[in-house]
Nanobody, 120 residues
């Protein structure tokens, strides 16, 4: 139904900033939640942040006060502003669109991911 394309990943130093973008092929307001997930080498994919159609946001504890999720519905684009980056933030970051209220699991639609590497 919808295609998602992430961009903005790269290599940054500890303490640096990066902004990820997720461009959707249809209205992001068609889904209850637009979110960001990440998967580090050898680890399971984990929830990072999401924004509801009401604009309510939620973050996993390890990124709270450092990351900010936002959207521009006129551009069908979701963003993840990442500040004060740490080596443990290194992962492939995936965009997700879902209607399920759960933050977990493999529900909905997924992008191909963008690599974020934070050097120490």
């Amino acid at each position: 139904q919808v295609q998602l394309v992430e961009s903005g990943g790269g290599l940054v130093q500890t303490g640096g900033s990066l902004r990820l973008s997720c461009a959707a092929s249809s209205s992001i307001l068609d889904f209850n939640y637009m979110g960001w997930y990440r998967q580090a080498p050898g680890k399971r994919r984990e929830f990072v942040a999401r924004i509801a159609t009401t604009s309510v946001t939620h973050y996993t504890g390890s990124v709270k006060d450092r990351f900010t999720i936002s959207r521009d519905s006129t551009k069908n684009t979701v963003y993840l502003q990442m500040n004060s980056l740490k080596p443990e933030d290194t992962a492939v970051y995936y965009c997700n669109a879902r209607n399920s209220h759960s933050k977990f699991g493999d529900d909905g639609y997924w992008g191909q991911g963008t690599q974020v590497t934070v050097s120490s």
